[in-house]
């Protein structure tokens, strides 16, 4: 059983491609991550509305919103995103964004969020499809003291949280509230990630984008030298829980458990 927690359909790729990639690789459920890079609340609100319908053509989709934390209506958007289309979490890039994680706004906005009760996906500090060139506005520094003040918003960290592609180990704290994606992530990383930190911190992720699914996302988790139990942790178990998605005994069909969001608004 496999819920991919890391897939692209409105910035990267088409809800149709995702479905078949989903189909053909039996999957249960896949989340879709958007990016609302524009200052432009607009934009949040096509996007936000766009996964949102998404969401509604096939179970087997979650969608998380994205606004950019420099909008100056940021916060009431955040606030649509969830309480009336229904999404489920959040998705961040500071790089493409253009934002610090010690901004004001960023902090008004978790201040939003956090009793909304909704997980946060953070871009970890490279980007596998941008230039070595391109400048970082993700500082581990920076995110280490959010995680740190914000300890009611689990937070997963795409690409295990590294700071540079080259890196061997997170720079990221493992704090309770604190769960690493494995896409585009060496195996040989995610298991010192799993040996230092538990399978409870490590989710699946394969960073679709568009045409073909990465499979060998999925088989790179299957080929980890650690237990069945620990592999299904990360293939499903642990975003299931995130989600408050129950997985029933058969593992046939998932039923979402979560409370209605709107009592939170």
């Known amino acids: 059983m496999i819920i991919d927690s890391h897939t692209h359909v409105a910035n990267y790729g088409t809800a149709d491609e995702l479905i078949r990639g989903i189909k053909e690789n039996e999957l249960e459920k896949a989340v879709i991550l958007p990016i609302a890079v524009s ?112 300890p009611d918003i689990e937070f997963i960290f795409t690409h295990l949280g590294r700071y540079e592609n080259r890196e061997e180990f997170p720079k990221v704290y493992p704090e309770k509230n604190v769960y690493f994606e494995t896409s585009d992530a060496p195996p040989e990383v995610i298991q010192e990630v799993i040996g230092a930190c538990g399978a409870d911190k490590v989710i699946f992720g394969s960073d679709f984008k568009c045409d073909s699914y990465p499979v060998h996302e999925i088989e790179k988790i299957r080929a980890l030298p650690v237990s069945d139990i620990e592999k299904e942790k990360i293939l499903y178990k642990n975003i299931a829980k995130v989600l408050g998605i129950h997985v029933e005994k058969d593992g046939s069909r998932f039923q979402n458990l979560r409370k209605k969001i709107l009592r939170y608004c």
């Open 39 to 150: 200052k432009d609340t607009k934009e949040a609100e096509k996007l936000n509305n766009f996964v949102s319908t998404t969401v509604l053509r096939d179970p087997r989709l979650e969608g998380f919103a994205s606004v950019n934390p420099g909008s100056k209506d940021a916060v009431e958007e955040a606030q649509r995103a969830i309480c009336e289309l229904g999404l489920k979490g959040f998705k961040f890039d500071s790089n493409r964004q253009r934002f610090r994680f010690e901004d004001d706004g960023f902090w008004s906005l978790l201040e939003c969020i956090k009793p909304l009760k909704v997980p946060v996906a953070v871009h970890s500090g490279y980007s596998p499809d941008s230039p070595d060139t391109e400048p970082l506005f993700f500082d581990p520094e920076e995110i280490n003291e959010v995680v740190i003040s914000f």
